[in-house]
């Protein structure tokens, strides 16, 4: 079974840090593309970021680059995402997902979804 578990959401002041973990089993994770997703009540779920099986290719929303940094560490099986000049806006429930090929920003082919995990920024 596919599971997949974020951890280290919170409240956090604006222009503060957090750093989101996925946990991740029931596969071979060093062969799937993996991405953050968020998505904020009313409001559609967004890509975050996104990276590919040996984490040699990248995707970041416009909206958070150069702020925060998709990793990988497959030795782990743990996606990561540091969120760095946190704004009020990033204000949602982040969602780790692994894809169904090796790289992918498509939301089609992220079939498999963690729990979420809410990041709150406060002003």
């Known amino acids: 079974q596919v599971q997949l578990v974020e951890s280290g959401g919170g409240l956090v002041q604006a222009e503060g840090s957090l750093r989101l973990s996925c946990a991740a089993t029931?596969?071979?994770?060093?062969?799937?593309?993996m991405a953050w997703f968020r998505q904020a009540p009313g409001k559609e779920r967004d890509f975050v970021a996104a990276?590919?099986?040996?984490?040699?290719?990248?995707y970041y929303a416009d909206s958070v680059k150069g702020r925060f940094t998709i990793s990988r560490d497959n030795a782990k099986s743990t996606v990561i995402l540091q969120m760095n000049s946190l704004k009020p806006e990033d204000t949602a429930v982040y969602y780790c997902?692994?894809?169904?090929?090796?790289?992918?920003?498509?939301?089609?082919?992220?079939?498999?979804w963690g729990q979420g995990t809410q990041v709150t920024v406060s002003s």
């Open positions: 997902a692994k894809a169904s090929r090796p790289w992918s920003i498509r939301m089609q082919d992220y079939a498999y």
């Open positions: 029931g596969f071979t994770f060093s062969t799937y593309g």
């Open positions: 990276i590919s099986w040996s984490a040699g290719t990248t």
